[in-house]
Nanobody, 119 residues
């Protein structure tokens, strides 16, 4: 079994910054990719960004230039640096990891961390 534990959410004013972290633990051979999703009230869960073990990144257009995803493979941890935050970035942010345990691939989700941006 694998657990993803997120941290770093909170309340911030528009224009501010937050850094989210997500650490994976358990039986892990490799994780590829890791990523962040978000879900605003009454809306579907949308992808924010993802990163491969080799460091290749992919962002949704509205986050490009404001958000930066990174990872520490040795720590099985992914980060999301969020700058120039806007009220419309308010959502629950979820970490996602596709984990290879040596026998199979499985998709895991974190419990979510609330990000609230005030105007």
């Amino acid at each position: 079994q694998v657990q993803l534990v997120e941290s770093g959410g909170g309340l911030v004013q528009a224009g501010g910054s937050l850094r989210l972290s997500c650490a994976a633990s358990g039986i892990i051979f490799s994780i590829d990719p890791m990523g962040w999703y978000r879900q605003a009230p009454g809306k579907q869960r949308d992808r924010v960004a993802s990163i491969t073990s080799g460091g290749a990144t992919n962002y949704e257009d509205s986050m490009k230039g404001r958000f930066t995803i990174s990872r520490d493979n040795a720590k099985n941890t992914v980060y999301l640096q969020m700058d120039s935050l806007k009220p419309e970035d308010t959502a629950v942010y979820y970490c996602n990891a596709v984990v290879n345990n040596g026998y199979s691939l499985r998709d895991y989700w974190g419990q979510g961390t609330q990000v609230t941006v005030s105007s």
